[in-house]
């Protein structure tokens, strides 16, 4: 097969990010994509991205401002890693231009925003896929092969609690701004996937959310030093962020949801907690439950079916007899049936975001259809503002109401800024 034109299109934080995953899906011998554009108006950063690329590829991508010019480069394919409020204008264009399109979640920055990019991608014969990466944790995999064996019965209710943040900037500014993007659309978005892979599609949601903290501090611009920096990589940027600032996203959601299956979940997202954090995701079912390790932590599944001693080792593969990992991430983490694995959280990440690149190069080579789809991403953003959209009107909110626009009471100002 002829090699992938690729480019990234957003070349931050998250944009060297994905260049480090592709480096890595190459040195395990995938290398389909040849990095061809970074592309940003910033070009400081696309200088920056195409410097460490050269580095680790060997052949400098041209570096280049605008998609106009990533036109001239020549490009079958692009990875938009741009902030959230370009999503929908840079994945719609490269979808019209008829390039395979992945783009960074949240998918768009409201859901009238990921419905334009659905309606973009429908429309065009190029490819869409989002790039959701905690689903494609090997842990995260194994779990939802015990699901599916009925290990623990029908699921009966999830709890889902992430307890953390204090007033500390959340990696950037803009990760606390409801108009770009606020920590309950960028971090929940995660969840929301997640939930839905592991336990079907949620039918309803209601909610009580709240703005704890309305004054987050950035410790990097004081000390140099970041309490918030997934991969080390946003250091030189947070050091140029105030030192404090005021934050108009909501930084709180505690929801009950329900699942078209019957299932019911308790979700709790706060990431302005003081004192003792937590963390907790588990699933009861009828006959026992299981309760899953932090995502992309390698750490352990543990397994109590009523009866029986509980389970956090290797036996749990014994109940899975046909779970087996895909090809690409077998040979990144050295395994197709893996239980834990111990890697330090910068190989992690590189590694789960070069399963995102096998993904959609095996789609583009016609081997497979993507994973994580429009409709998919559509509702990942659709289940955080329903959060956002209950807590602004205290009622309960059905999901296809959200996914139709028939609700957008939380939405509407962004949309207005949006200009859509």
Known sequence: MDKIRLAIVGC?????????????????????????????????????????????????????????????????????????????TVAVETLERGWHTMVE???GLTVRACNLIRRAADASDAILSVAENYRRDPMNRLARALLDAEVIGPPRFLIHHTISGTNR???????????????????????????????????TVYAQTRLHEPI????????????????????????KMPAEFEATAEDAAYATLTFKSGAVGQYIEDHGAWGQGGWLRQIHGSKGSMTLPGDRSGRLITLNVNGEEPLSDERLLDLVPDFHLDAVTTDLFGGDRLWKYELPFTQIDAKIIAIEYGDFAEAIAGNSEVEVDAYQGTRSVAVSYAMLESGATGQIVQMEEMLDESINTYQREIDEGLDI
């Open 105 to 107: 979640k949240p998918m």
């Open 12 to 88: 931050g934080g998250m944009g060297h990010r994905h260049m480090y995953g592709l480096a890595e899906l190459h040195r395990a011998g995938w290398t389909r994509f040849d990095l061809v554009g970074a592309c940003d108006p910033v070009l400081d950063n696309a200088e920056s991205l195409a410097v460490q690329a050269e580095e680790r590829f060997g052949k400098k991508p041209a570096v280049v401002g605008s998609l106009e010019e990533l036109a001239e480069v020549g490009v079958d394919a692009v990875d938009v890693t741009t902030t959230p409020p370009y999503h929908h």
């Open 169 to 203: 900037m959340t990696i950037s500014v803009w990760r606390h701004q409801k108009d770009q993007s606020g920590v309950l659309l960028d971090v929940g978005v995660h969840f929301a996937d997640m939930i839905e892979y592991l336990l079907g599609e949620i039918d």
């Open 216 to 239: 987050r501090y950035n410790s990097a611009a004081v000390t140099g030093e970041s309490g918030s920096n997934p991969s080390g990589v946003y250091t030189k940027w947070q050091r």
